[in-house]
């Protein structure tokens, strides 16, 4: 009876780490974080529409690399792979994705509505014909 206690011991052991490392591999990932396509130079200075020029001058010239802003919060996220983030340099977008510490790992990108930079739509649409 000992060595069946034993056996079913280690078959909830092994069970529980499993569970464990599953948990780990799927803590953060496909969260969605949106902000703007800016560079670790200007961090959130670059959170703008027009920073495009700018933000590819920084990382092919200066060392920087690609970054989103979260502008709730003002959070600076290095992107990976970087080859990803080029094309969204100076744009607003959603990112979904994992993050380790300041690093969001890239599982997709794509361009929100918003690109002007101030979050308002146009409010000349709104405004009554007359």
Known sequence: MGK??????????VAAALGVAAG???????????GWVTDTHCG???AKEGHEGCAKKCVEGQGAKYALVTPADGKVYTLDPQDKAAPHAGRHVKVTGAVDGDTLTVESIEMTGE???TGEKDKSKDKPKN
């Open 24 to 34: 780990e591999k799927s803590k953060d990932k496909g969260t969605a974080y949106t």
């Open 44 to 46: 959130a200075k670059g």
């Open 4 to 13: 069946r206690i034993a056996i079913l011991f280690v078959a909830v052991l």
């Open 115 to 117: 690109q002007k930079g």
